[in-house]
């Protein structure tokens, strides 16, 4: 779908969308409890979806009305005949949790997605699969694996994914022994890491970090039952904060300041673009690099860092959005791991924006036409973190025109 994005100022108060990142820990904090529970405010997004998708396939039931998603009573119990189908889509959070929980269960498995999601890899998992004798074969849309997780110390690379930290967390207590994560190198995306740990011990999981930032996890643990309500979303209501670096007066109720999100910062990091040309590491805070590039190139410029993950999203988030802002008079240099963005004047593009099937990039390129108006094709990819999003556009006085 194309949509032309008209010149405008957005004004008004909007409600954020549930956290896309509670919600996913949430859910399956959950399900795994085999008791009767509910999680509230959840948006069912497409990422959404293929978790619960997921929890059906190891045999949850739940209903899901007004937004609320109430799990019945469970037992988890290993699969010991044939091949359980876990569809998830393009989450590679959902892959990255539910692979290790799956295997915490034992069986053969078969996680299925997009090329592109399976392209991304889970090469942490499969060092831990050859540690421990699990057999894992990599298609061109699917990865079939067949064993069950046993306790041990875990080395992982914490510079790739805090996702695979977060997923053997969520593991590792339904095993029967004791194991240990210790996180070498930098840590990527730590609030992340926190988070899954604070939904862990509300859910009565026990873990136990050390001073060397090894964290100890018992097995034969029980999750028990929370009713819980998704706290807003850092991550999205960022693209309409933006607006207000634009000339628009927009007020954003239902987040939390002292939220574990490490995209809460978008607000520091805004009112640096404003006053000045500043330098961001954004390498805990990676989802929000569309956006700021976007805003980098409105405003000041910037000198963006600690980029390299953004080239393995749902598309290369550094060269796709820099094209796309180069055909709006961008000026940049990049590298491996930077980008310079520099201070010169923007236009209206002369042809129609790419969306490159990623959400982000489709979200932040709609902000920075506000200023400008132009047309973006692809933008139903919206739907994968935030379906209402061009409604809640609309609803700030944003004219929106939509293409089939």
């Not at 032309?4 to 008004?12: P, Q």
């Not at 988070?195 to 862990?200: A, G, H, K, V």
């Amino acid at each position: 779908m194309k949509r032309y994005i008209h010149k405008g100022t957005a004004r008004g108060t909007i409600t954020a969308p549930p956290s896309k990142s509670y919600a996913h820990r949430l859910i399956l904090a959950a399900a795994l409890s085999g008791e009767k529970c509910t999680v509230s405010h959840v948006e069912l997004s497409e990422d959404i979806k293929a978790t619960l998708e997921c929890v059906k396939a190891l045999g949850h039931s739940f209903t899901i009305k007004d937004g609320s998603v109430t799990f019945e009573p469970h037992s988890a119990t290993s699969n010991g005949t044939g091949t359980i189908v876990m569809p998830c889509n393009e989450s590679g959070t959902t892959l990255r949790f539910m692979i290790p929980v799956a295997l915490a269960l034992g069986g053969i498995f078969r996680f299925t997605g997009t090329p592109r999601l399976i392209s991304r890899g889970i090469s942490i998992y499969e060092d831990i699969f050859r540690q421990q004798g699990i057999t894992c074969i990599r298609n061109l849309d699917s990865i079939e694996i067949s064993g069950r997780l046993r306790p041990s110390r875990f080395s992982i690379d914490a510079s790739i994914s805090s996702q695979f930290i977060s997923g053997l967390l969520f593991a590792l207590p339904l095993v029967e022994g004791e194991s240990s994560l210790r996180l070498e190198g930098r840590i990527e995306s730590r609030m992340y890491i926190d988070m899954t740990l604070s939904i862990l011990s509300i859910s009565g999981i026990h873990c136990n970090t050390l001073a060397d930032g090894s964290i100890i996890i018992p097995g034969n643990q029980t999750y028990k039952a929370v009713d819980a309500r998704v706290e807003g979303d850092w991550s999205n209501a960022a693209f309409f904060s933006a607006l207000n670096l634009m000339g628009g007066s927009v007020t954003i109720e239902g987040l939390k300041e002292d939220s574990l999100q490490g995209d809460r910062l978008c607000l520091e990091y805004f009112n640096a673009l404003r006053t000045g040309t500043p330098q961001i590491d954004i390498s805990n805070q990676i989802d929000l690099g569309p956006i700021l590039f976007a805003m980098a190139a409105y405003l000041n410029g910037a000198v963006i860092t600690g980029i390299r993950r953004l080239r393995i999203k749902e598309s290369d988030r550094v060269g796709e959005m820099l094209e796309e802002l180069s055909r709006l008079g961008a000026d940049f240099a990049v590298d491996e791991n930077r980008v310079v963005i520099r201070n010169a004047p923007l236009h209206k593009p002369s042809v129609t924006l790419k969306g490159h099937n990623d959400h982000r990039i489709v979200m932040a390129l709609s902000i920075l036409l506000t200023a400008f108006g132009g047309e973006i094709e692809g933008t139903e990819a919206v739907s994968k973190s935030y379906p209402s999003f061009f409604d809640v556009l609309k609803g700030t006085g944003i004219e929106i025109t939509d293409y089939v």
